[in-house]
């Protein structure tokens, strides 16, 4: 095989291999652009969120999330409900567009089948029961006594909330257990400001709500001349019966040191308030709506201390697996250092990319040699041609190769190489000089001329 038959195979090489590396990338890009569909590391910057009443706690811990999440770009559309039972159902609905709600423990009371679309991002907060009585009710109703126990509310007027909180629902199923039976309560289910309202101007006798410490309607009652609050005396029966239920004890002069109220301690029950989403929520927005309830309840309460909450507590639907991760191990590593987006896009993408990695790496060195045979071709190429207007001297009219010759010159003079490679180029220029010089004296074989 000669030199000119060599070069040729390596133009060929040289003219395919750039070929050859664009259909490697493209057929990597395509699996790349297959990965990112299938993983969706980027999902859309939305969030529907049920709050329940306005003012009370739920639409305060969501105004807070708002604030949170808006800081990474996400949008949480707050929509206003009458409570939890209104909550429950909206996320149950498709068509309603809720994605996200709270909803208190025990509000739910049939058992969940397997279809269910919901999923539990954890318990985040104590939602006590508060029950609100006018003194002189208690004066009228009770012959002067403080009420202790819900069958002593036989007769009274009993507001316990909307029809889609859940008060009512909790209520209900306290006094029934507590001996007060549906049929004996003279019970309202005006909405929870109206129903402040009524207790204080004397229109009922007794508030029910359930609701965080720190609500304003709570903290208005409690301050409230006239309003007393129920010492529950069966807090830990209830407990035991409910398994929703926690007994808690409000201290001695929490509500007001300097005037030692409450004088003693107040017992009470509450719920659990759980954070549901349904269960087609991208997980990177799992994950924000985790750090946000991390930030937002683990301040400590009344009946909490700090950190206690958000708790992997999921009694009545099962805990996501993104809020599984979350409590087991925290946030992402790489959110500790990179942006939000940008860090949920390597924590999905990361086993994608590793083996596209590794795919790239003969790429790294095949293609420095192949690079470096396209550039040299470019003048390398020629040499044969020169070989074959050598061979040909003597054979072939001078003026002809001479043609030849001159074409080539001109195509050379246009090639464009790197500096590294210019020694080459010159090389082929005086190549060329050499032949055309050749060329241009007697043909091979010739005799000199008789003097």
């Known amino acids: 095989m000669n030199a000119a038959t060599v070069r040729t195979w390596r133009d060929r090489l040289a003219e395919a291999g750039p070929l050859l590396v664009a259909l490697w990338l493209l057929a990597l890009a395509a699996a790349l652009y297959a990965a990112y569909r ?3 590391p980027t999902p859309v910057k939305r969030i529907v969120f049920a709050t329940g009443p306005e003012q009370g706690a739920y639409a305060e811990f969501a105004k807070r999330y708002a604030r949170l999440l808006q800081a990474n770009g996400v949008t949480l559309e707050l929509r206003p409900t009458q409570g939890s039972s209104e909550n429950l159902a909206l996320l149950r609905d498709p068509a309603s567009g809720v994605q996200a709600a709270f909803v208190q423990g025990g509000v739910d009371t049939a058992a969940v089948d397997s279809a269910e679309t919901l999923v539990s991002l954890g ?17 009228r109703l009770n012959h002067g006594q403080a009420p202790t126990q819900l069958a002593q509310l036989r007769g009274w007027r009993i507001n316990t909330g909307p029809a889609g909180g859940g008060s009512g629902p909790l209520f209900r199923q306290l006094a029934q257990a507590g001996g007060l039976p549906a049929d004996a ?20 006798d007794v508030l ?21 609050l129920f010492d529950l005396a069966q807090a830990d029966a209830y407990a035991r019966h409910f398994a929703f239920l926690r007994a808690l004890r409000l201290p001695r002069g929490l509500i007001d040191l300097a005037a030692d109220r409450p004088p003693h301690d107040m017992r009470m029950v509450a ?16 994950q924000l709506l985790l ?5 937002v309840h683990g301040e400590p309460g009344w009946f909490n201390r700090r950190g206690e909450f958000p708790i992997a507590d999921a009694t009545t639907f099962a805990l996501a697996p993104e809020a599984e991760r979350f409590y087991r191990s925290g946030p992402p590593w790489l959110q500790r250092y990179l942006p939000f987006w940008l860090a949920n896009f390597f924590d999905r993408m990361w086993i994608v990319l590793l083996p596209l990695l590794a795919a790239l790496l003969p790429l790294s060195r095949i293609l420095p040699p192949l690079v470096e045979l396209r550039l040299r071709s470019r003048v390398f190429r020629w040499y044969g041609q020169l070989r074959a207007l050598e061979n040909a001297h003597g054979r072939r009219p001078a003026d002809e190769l001479a043609r030849e010759l001159d074409a080539i010159e001109a195509k050379v003079q246009n090639i464009s190489v790197p500096l590294s490679y210019a020694d080459e180029l010159y090389a082929l220029r005086t190549h060329i000089g050499l032949v055309r010089r050749k060329l241009a004296g007697p043909s091979e074989g010739a005799q000199p001329a008789a003097s």
């Open 123 to 139: 318990s985040m907060a104590y939602e006590p029961l508060w029950l609100f009585y006018r003194e002189d009710s208690a004066r």
């Open 38 to 40: 299938w993983l969706d």
């Open 271 to 286: 719920a659990t308030a759980s954070l549901l989403v349904r269960d087609d929520l991208h997980p990177a927005l799992l």
């Open 291 to 295: 750090q946000a309830a991390r930030q």
């Open 185 to 204: 309560l003279q019970a309202g289910g005006q909405a929870t400001v109206n129903g402040v309202v009524d207790l204080v101007q004397g229109r009922i």
């Open 208 to 228: 029910a709500m359930v609701s965080a410490a720190n609500a304003p309607l709570v903290q208005y009652l409690l301050h409230t001349p006239g309003v007393q």
